[in-house]
């Protein structure tokens, strides 16, 4: 598949993820949760294992949240009028959604268990963490906060427009990123700059606003910095 259709399906794929978050209160509320979930667990120090099951878990749910979505549309667009068909099919896709739910929850339980019996026992204390990991979070959690307040502020579309700028976002959390990793100022300097670059192409092709970008560019740069300082 060539690389411009590929982002174009990406941007379809996208901008479906934006208009369920937008309308489905429900979705972001996952999103709330899997995103409390990782930063628990990363601040519990758990191996990279059990990481990726709770990880995998919280995707589930996400996945089933959307599917039902993507059934309730299709079912209001094809039913006239009451349907019983209608109604089974939408409560199956809700039941979809809270037997993964369950199901994530009995993970979340079982892997967190041991290490949240600790934390009665001898009180809570951060985890230290790879930079490469902690790269890695910031990037999830940069994505995910983007995602939910272009929902909340319901303007533009996934990869165009919007509070705030999601590619300053991420521009700026590789920039700071790259500078705790490398500890080096010639690296630091250029991924600054390339962050600026990426950051003026948005304002300069009225993509964004300039106060987008800038929010976007200190969102990036804010989370990027405290997991590094909480983390490292």
Same mark, same amino acid.
């Given at each position: 598949?060539?690389?411009?259709?590929?982002?174009?399906?990406?941007?379809?794929?996208?901008?479906?993820?934006?208009?369920?978050?937008?309308?489905?209160?429900?979705?972001?509320?996952?999103?709330?949760? %899997? /995103?409390?979930?990782?930063?628990?667990?990363?601040?519990?120090?758990?191996?990279?294992?059990?990481?990726?099951?709770? /990880?995998?878990? %919280?995707?589930?749910?996400?996945?089933?949240?959307?599917?039902?979505?993507?059934?309730?549309?299709?079912?209001?667009?094809?039913?006239?009028?009451?349907?019983?068909? %209608?109604?089974?099919?939408?409560?199956?896709? /809700?039941?979809?959604?809270?037997?993964?739910?369950?199901?994530?929850?009995?993970?979340?339980?079982?892997?967190?268990?041991?290490?949240?019996?600790?934390?009665?026992?001898?009180?809570?204390?951060?985890?230290?963490?790879?930079?490469?990991?902690?790269?890695?979070?910031?990037?999830?959690?940069?994505?995910?906060?983007?995602?939910?307040?272009?929902? *909340?502020?319901?303007?533009? *579309?996934?990869?165009?427009?919007?509070?705030?700028?999601?590619?300053?976002?991420?521009?700026?959390?590789?920039?700071? /990123?790259?500078?705790?990793?490398?500890?080096?100022?010639?690296?630091?300097?250029?991924?600054?700059?390339?962050?600026?670059?990426?950051?003026?192409?948005?304002?300069?092709?009225?993509? *964004?606003?300039?106060?987008?970008?800038?929010?976007?560019?200190?969102?990036?740069?804010?989370?990027?910095?405290?997991?590094?300082?909480?983390?490292?």
């Amino acid at each position: 598949m060539p690389l411009r259709q590929w982002i174009k399906s990406a941007s379809y794929a996208i901008e479906g993820l934006m208009h369920a978050a937008r309308t489905q209160r429900h979705l972001r509320y996952h999103f709330y949760a %899997a /995103a409390g979930v990782l930063l628990l667990a990363f601040s519990l120090g758990l191996s990279r294992t059990e990481f990726l099951i709770l /990880a995998l878990a %919280a995707m589930a749910v996400l996945l089933a949240e959307l599917l039902n979505t993507a059934v309730e549309a299709t079912v209001d667009l094809v039913a006239r009028g009451h349907d019983p068909r %209608a109604k089974v099919a939408k409560d199956v896709a /809700a039941a979809a959604v809270l037997v993964t739910a369950f199901g994530a929850a009995v993970v979340g339980v079982v892997v967190l268990g041991p290490y949240l019996g600790e934390v009665f026992g001898r009180g809570l204390r951060l985890a230290k963490q790879a930079g490469q990991d902690i790269a890695v979070l910031a990037l999830v959690l940069v994505l995910i906060v983007v995602l939910l307040l272009k929902a *909340h502020f319901r303007r533009g *579309h996934a990869l165009m427009g919007g509070m705030p700028s999601g590619h300053a976002a991420l521009a700026f959390s590789v920039w700071l /990123a790259i500078t705790y990793i490398t500890e080096n100022f010639f690296a630091s300097a250029l991924s600054f700059l390339l962050a600026v670059v990426v950051a003026q192409s948005r304002v300069s092709t009225r993509v *964004h606003r300039p106060l987008e970008v800038l929010a976007g560019a200190a969102l990036g740069a804010t989370m990027t910095f405290l997991l590094f300082k909480l983390f490292q």
